[in-house]
């Protein structure tokens, strides 16, 4: 799978995930902060498979770094409130993002 397909794939987990926390009663906050890192991955949905390929690493590790540091604050904010499932949940995307910069 190419990146720039893996790149949209976690685009559309993440906001996949915003929308269920949306939907969970009091984690609203939450996700809006996570529609927030939604936002950031998805400014390069378009373009990311006009990148060429030497160029994929310089564009996208700043992005997917960004990314990253706001899911993690969101994951450390609800284990700090003993929220069950989603810190788990966040720490998955939190990985698929880990394989993706390793790819690069």
Partial sequence: M???????DLIAEVEDMQQRMARAEDLERHAVRLGRAAEI?????EGVGEIPQMHLERQLT???LKAHNRIDRIRVDLEDQEVADWPGRL????QAIYRLLNDL
């Fill in 41 to 45: 991955l998805a400014e390069l949905r």
């Fill in 2 to 8: 190419s990146i720039s397909t893996r790149y949209r």
């Fill in 91 to 94: 720490w998955s995307l939190q």
């Fill in 62 to 64: 700043p992005v997917l």
